[in-house]
Structures are given as structure tokens and as C-alpha cells.
């Protein structure tokens, strides 16, 4: 049995796996309010209480740095720490970064479960491969190609400078300095509060005016990035219908430039919670325009496959075959 974690700011998800001669397969999955426990033990210890067989092994991704065993939770007051983890499933732990563990699962996904974004992309494009995700923070990683398989090099680089490229985006660079009071990070942007940043910079820049019933929406629900993302989407509004515009076409342009830092040949995968809710808005143009727009570079991008991970659990089930491989490679060194 492996036990496998997505740890996000919003929510955590377990899932419960079984390793078989055919491959592994789930049989149960929970999502937890992430902000609801004081601890990632809280979860498990209950999650574990309703698992009668022994864990063989087991895996987390978390959404901030990981460093010898240890992890900081970018957007929780959590500290995670694979030791406790051990101690309490009673078997080993491997903690992950969460983009290290979507990207392992973006390689064991089927060709159906991606949507492709570039229709100009080359086929048969072998090489390094670059993984940006956007959700409630915005997660970034690099798949190594060493000529046989993949390897995941976990990033930080979505708190990296933001670029702009226009004099939109030069307002929008000065608008967030002023509101964060210094550093503006591209998951100031790329994210599920960054795109509401984006919706007030637009507003506040009398871009266009607010509309009545987006305003009382904005001030009554929790999640204002959704009602932003729905009246962008379905073309009801103009503030909404540009944030959304210019939220895609500024991730675009930072998928671009990772896959510049890490040449990849192999092509760029969108993961996240965020982009395939807002697909429509990726495919109608504006994020592969901010990739492309590189300058002496562009011909170079242009011709990269660029896709977007439709399966929701990619994070989970990349953290499972990690589990599955501790017990194998064990095995094999056995």
C-alpha cells in the first residue's frame, strides 16, 4: 500500500494506492481545507485511523522549498519534516517539492489527458522539458533529459522578478511595488490572487469601468478569482475579460522564459489548478503570443509543444510513483 500527499495552500489531498505486477492503481482519495489544521500530521494521523493494512511507503509534495527532509509550506504556517512523517505511517518517507512531484506525474500521463496550447509545434522534440504551474501560488521545475530518462530539478523561480513587457505591464510592475511595498514576484500575478492583482490594477487604472454586479460579487464571495475567471470567460464583462487576457498572456511569456534557462527542447507543460479552468482563455492566442515574444529567440519557441495537464490528481500520482519507485529501487539494490 502507498501512501501519497499533494500539499497545497488550500487543500491537501491523500491518496491511497495499491502497487500491483500490472502498475499501481487508487482506491481512496480525500481533500482536506488545508487552513483548517495546525499540521500536515493532524490529516494523516486521520486519514490513517481509517486504513486498516500497513503503509509500504509513502510520499508528499508540498508547495514550498524542500531541503534535507524538511519543508516550509510557502503559503501555511506549516513545517513538514519526513522524520515525523516516518514515525507516524511507520514507513519511509520521501518529501518532495509539489513541482517536483507534478512533473513526475505529467510523465505518466496518456496523450488524452493533455491539451495543446502550440499549433506550430514541432513533433518528435526530445530534450529538457520546462513545468510551470499556476494555482494558489505559481510553482515552476525543470525535467532533466540525460540522454535514457527524465530527472526533476525542483525550482523556486516563480518568487522571481517580474519582467514587463509593455507599458501595461510597466504599470502593472509599479502598481504591485506600490501595494507589496517593494519585490514583485511572478506569483504576484500567476496565481489565484494575482489574477484578482491584475483585475484591480485594470480597475483602479480606469481601464473600464467596474460593473455593478461584478462589484457586489468581488465583496461577497470567497474565491474573488473565480468570478473574475467566469465573467472573463464567458465575455460579460470588460475588466474581467481583460484581466484574463492579460493574466494569460504574461504566463505565457514566464513559461517562455524558463524554457529559455533550461533549453527546452523537449517542449513546456502547464500543470496547476488554474489552467484548465481558464483553457479557453490559454488557447485563444494571448499566452502563446507572451511565450513566443523573445525577441532574436522567438523562431526558437515557436516550434516547442506547449500542453496543458487536464488530470486534476497529476500531482498525487506523480507523488505515488515516487513512492512506488522507493520500494522498487530498494528492492532492486536488495
Given at each position: 500500500?502507498?501512501?501519497?500527499?499533494?500539499?497545497?495552500?488550500?487543500?491537501?489531498?491523500?491518496?491511497?494506492?495499491?502497487?500491483?505486477?500490472?502498475?499501481?492503481?487508487?482506491?481512496?482519495?480525500?481533500?482536506?481545507?488545508?487552513?483548517?489544521?495546525?499540521?500536515?500530521?493532524?490529516?494523516?494521523?486521520?486519514?490513517?485511523?481509517?486504513?486498516?493494512?500497513?503503509?509500504?511507503?509513502?510520499?508528499?509534495?508540498?508547495?514550498?522549498?524542500?531541503?534535507?527532509?524538511?519543508?516550509?509550506?510557502?503559503?501555511?504556517?506549516?513545517?513538514?519534516?519526513?522524520?515525523?512523517?516516518?514515525?507516524?505511517?511507520?514507513?519511509?518517507?520521501?518529501?518532495?517539492?509539489?513541482?517536483?512531484?507534478?512533473?513526475?506525474?505529467?510523465?505518466?500521463?496518456?496523450?488524452?489527458?493533455?491539451?495543446?496550447?502550440?499549433?506550430?509545434?514541432?513533433?518528435?522534440?526530445?530534450?529538457?522539458?520546462?513545468?510551470?504551474?499556476?494555482?494558489?501560488?505559481?510553482?515552476?521545475?525543470?525535467?532533466?533529459?540525460?540522454?535514457?530518462?527524465?530527472?526533476?530539478?525542483?525550482?523556486?523561480?516563480g518568487h522571481s522578478d517580474f519582467a514587463p513587457n509593455d507599458a501595461a505591464e510597466d504599470g502593472l510592475l509599479v502598481y504591485l511595488r506600490n501595494a507589496f511595498r517593494g519585490h514583485v514576484s511572478y506569483e504576484r500575478i500567476l496565481s489565484g490572487a494575482g489574477l484578482v492583482n491584475i483585475y484591480r490594477y485594470l480597475r483602479d487604472s480606469d481601464y473600464a469601468p467596474e460593473g455593478l454586479a461584478v462589484r457586489e460579487l468581488l465583496c461577497s464571495v470567497d474565491d474573488p478569482a473565480r468570478v473574475i475567471s467566469q465573467h472573463g470567460l464567458e465575455r460579460q464583462d470588460k475588466l474581467c475579460q481583460e484581466a484574463l487576457?492579460?493574466?494569460?498572456?504574461?504566463?505565457?511569456?514566464?513559461?517562455?522564459?524558463?524554457?529559455?534557462?533550461?533549453?527546452?527542447?523537449?517542449?513546456?507543460?502547464?500543470g496547476g489548478g488554474i489552467a484548465p479552468k481558464i483553457l479557453p482563455a490559454l488557447e485563444d492566442g494571448a499566452f502563446m503570443l507572451g511565450f513566443r515574444n523573445k525577441g532574436r529567440f522567438s523562431g526558437l519557441l515557436s516550434g516547442l509543444p506547449v500542453k496543458v495537464a487536464l488530470n486534476p490528481h497529476t500531482a498525487l500520482l506523480g507523488a505515488a510513483h515516487h513512492a512506488a519507485s522507493m520500494l522498487t529501487d530498494g528492492a532492486a539494490r536488495g
Open positions: 500500500m502507498i501512501l501519497a500527499g499533494d500539499i497545497g495552500g488550500t487543500k491537501t489531498i491523500l491518496g491511497l494506492y495499491a502497487l500491483s505486477p500490472a502498475g499501481l492503481y487508487c482506491i481512496r482519495q480525500t481533500s482536506y481545507a488545508s487552513a483548517a489544521y495546525d499540521t500536515l500530521e493532524e490529516i494523516v494521523a486521520g486519514y490513517l485511523r481509517q486504513q486498516a493494512k500497513p503503509i509500504a511507503a509513502a510520499c508528499f509534495g508540498i508547495a514550498g522549498p524542500v531541503a534535507e527532509g524538511r519543508g516550509e509550506v510557502t503559503n501555511l504556517p506549516w513545517t513538514v519534516e519526513e522524520a515525523r512523517l516516518s514515525a507516524l505511517t511507520a514507513c519511509p518517507v520521501s518529501l518532495l517539492n509539489d513541482l517536483e512531484v507534478a512533473a513526475l506525474g505529467m510523465l505518466s500521463l496518456a496523450p488524452e489527458e493533455f491539451a495543446h496550447l502550440n499549433p506550430e509545434a514541432q513533433p518528435g522534440g526530445i530534450g529538457n522539458m520546462a513545468v510551470i504551474a499556476a494555482g494558489t501560488g505559481l510553482g515552476e521545475a525543470v525535467l532533466y533529459w540525460d540522454r535514457e530518462r527524465y530527472h526533476v530539478i525542483a525550482t523556486e523561480g487576457s492579460l493574466f494569460a498572456r504574461i504566463y505565457g511569456a514566464e513559461a517562455g522564459n524558463l524554457a529559455l534557462k533550461c533549453l527546452a527542447r523537449g517542449g513546456v507543460l502547464v
